[in-house]
């Protein structure tokens, strides 16, 4: 039980760190034709980032469906993905973004903390010159600001 609960948390933080490294390399890179729909305007309610959901969901079943036939820690693998997805849309689709039917916008603490941090992110509507790619891990806003600040004087240059 304990095991399981470890990996759990392992999977969930791992996951973290993936998506940082994923965001920041692969959809600022290679991927940015999906991604960039996340940075622009677009009609509807859906976007093509949304496919990035999609296929990591797929993932996540695999490894359910790997882990209930053959080796039981990859369905815990699994679960931890797939909270790590549901605070995902939670905080980035929900709160960030209000991609859902209430409005609630945090005005202190942690949550509005990742807010600032993403709103951050989206002040270039380019692949280049971002900062924050994390959807669950924040800086101080204050660094990230100093960040995007050099980033555009760099560009300016």
Not at 54 to 67: D, H, T, W, Y
Not at 107 to 123: C, E, Q
Request: aromatic content about 18%.
């Amino acid at each position: 039980m304990i095991l399981n609960i470890i990996i759990v948390l392992v999977s969930l933080i791992t996951m973290e760190v993936f998506a940082l490294y994923f965001h920041k390399y692969f959809m600022h890179g290679r991927g940015w034709n999906w991604h960039e729909s996340h940075h622009i305007h677009t009609d509807g309610y859906f976007e093509t980032n949304d496919l990035y959901a999609v296929c990591f969901s797929a993932i996540a079943a695999g490894l359910f469906i790997a882990g209930s036939l053959w080796w039981s820690p990859l369905w815990y693998i699994a679960l931890g993905f797939t909270l790590y997805g549901l605070l995902y849309g939670f905080v980035h689709d929900g709160l960030v973004h209000q991609r859902w039917p209430f409005k609630y916008s945090p005005k202190s603490g942690y949550l509005y903390r990742l807010v600032l941090a993403h709103r951050l992110h989206h002040h270039t509507v380019t692949r280049d010159g971002a900062v924050s790619f994390g959807f669950l891990w924040a800086e101080k806003p204050d660094l990230l600001k100093s960040q995007l600040k050099a980033k555009k004087g760099l560009k300016n240059q």
